[in-house]
Structure formats: structure tokens, C-alpha cells
């Protein structure tokens, strides 16, 4: 999501967030609340099947970032990115 995070891969928590975010359909609130401390450039983007980061959630992600923009793949599920189709 972050650049910054992107190139440095996964930090630790990592795993207890995806969980989060799976188990509850819903962000972290410590998470939320630092979405505007993002001043890069982003692309949020998923598929609109994924059942792991649903579209709600990357809308209010997309929201929360000055600037950012938001790419819904139709029919996708998740890592739309990594797999061809």
C-alpha cells in the first residue's frame, strides 16, 4: 500500500494484520486513523471477488489517502496482480 512498505517487503505483524482484516471485514483502527500520513502517490487496487481485502475495504483505504486512486478489477479475486487473466 505505502510505498515505503512495498519496498521493504512485509514488517513484522504482518500476518496478525491479514488476519484482522479477514476475520473482521474491516480495518484496524490504528490503521485507519494513519492512512493520512501517506503523502506518496497511490494505487489501491484488487479484484472485486477477493474475499481476503474485499472492495469495501480498498474503497476506504483508497479514501483515506489524500490523492490516491482506486482500481477494481471485475471478477477478480485476490492477488489479481500476480496472476495472469
Do not use: Q
Request: hydrophobic share 40%; charged share 15%; with cysteine.
Amino acid at each position: 500500500m505505502c510505498s515505503s512498505a512495498a519496498a521493504s517487503g512485509p514488517g513484522p505483524g504482518a500476518t496478525n494484520r491479514l488476519w484482522y482484516v479477514y476475520n473482521y471485514r474491516r480495518l484496524p483502527p490504528h490503521f485507519t486513523g494513519r492512512l493520512g500520513e501517506i503523502k506518496a502517490p497511490e494505487l489501491v487496487a484488487g479484484g472485486t471477488r477477493d474475499r481476503v481485502v474485499p472492495p469495501e475495504l480498498l474503497r476506504a483505504i483508497a479514501s483515506g489517502i489524500t490523492g490516491a486512486r482506486l482500481l477494481l478489477l471485475p471478477g477478480r479475486g485476490h492477488a489479481s496482480a500476480a496472476i495472469p487473466g
